[in-house]
């Protein structure tokens, strides 16, 4: 093997690091770094076998050779690096320009409409908003039901004459009326009930469908909001809190709500929840029956009996429900006395909200 002087090792040394640079500079792209990188600083580069040299050298040059080496390694590392940072830095520049997409739209001309959410969708999503603040989970269930799910289970036998007011969608499924469109959203609180353990508090939204002739507060298809509270001790003042909690977040000051007592088979004790007619504000008119009280929707404490029918033992846990229709509450809302524009489809209506 020749044998190299510090000279002879300080020279090559710097013809390397000259070319080194040179070739940075010259390196247009990342592939070429990356070639000069493992030509130059690699374990088979150049830098790799000036250090094999050393071995043949005495020992105090060695030494002094080593350091020269080393340092120009370092440097040319460094160098490097700095290269290699720069080229990605612009490579990744040139991606964004290229995917870099326009979003803007200029539309002129005044037929130009957006489009929004039904006013129901607005309501539902609010009212989600406000219970989810309150701390309720959102559940759904599904629009054909079984008579188990929609009656049985909540306490309301084939006899029985709750039956005949929410006059039923059968379907042409299964068992002759085993299976119709819901009448209500409380057969979610069965579903919620059976596939989750107490504690539990959801509201549950939803359309629901009765064999009613529309008018100004019925349509055969409207929507309701579900609650449900299963807990350790829970009582009516809960249920009275959760209500005007939420009353007072929906229509703020001027609508007030009561509850009055009711009978609904799944509660016991039940109540009806009613608002201020927004339509005559309390004075009466058609929208209201002249009663100045709209009703909303019912609710009460959870019926042992329901209880049962899930598998939830009563003695242990006690709970609260409530149901209503959103569109009523849309209605009053905004003060709408005809329920029927709601599926009208008349975008002088809709764009309103
Ligand atoms: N499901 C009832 C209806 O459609 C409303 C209702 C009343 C729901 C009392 C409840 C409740 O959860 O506790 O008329």
Redesign the pocket.
Known sequence: MPQFSLMEIIEKVDELKGYFSSSLRDAGDIDRLRELESEVLSKKGSIASLNKQLGSMDQDLRQAAGAVINDARAQMRADYEATLARLLAAARERELEAEKLDLSEIVSGSDFHAGRFHLISKTRSELEDIFIGMGFAVEEGPEAETDWHNFEALNIPPYHPARAGQDSFYLKYGEPESMLLRT?T?PV?IRVMTRQEPPIYAVMPGRVYRRDTADARHTPVFH?I?GLVVDKGITFANLAGAIETFTKAIFGPNIVSRLRPGY?P??EP?AEFEVTCAICEGAGCRTCSNTGWIEL????MVDPNVFGAVGIDPEVWTGF???FGIDRLAQMRYAISDMRVFLDNDVRFLRQF
């Not at 929707?297 to 009460?300: A, L, V």
Request: charged share 5%; with cysteine.
């Open positions: 209500h409380s609180q309701q579900e609904f799944f509660t039940s929707g019912g609710c009460g429900a409530f149901g």
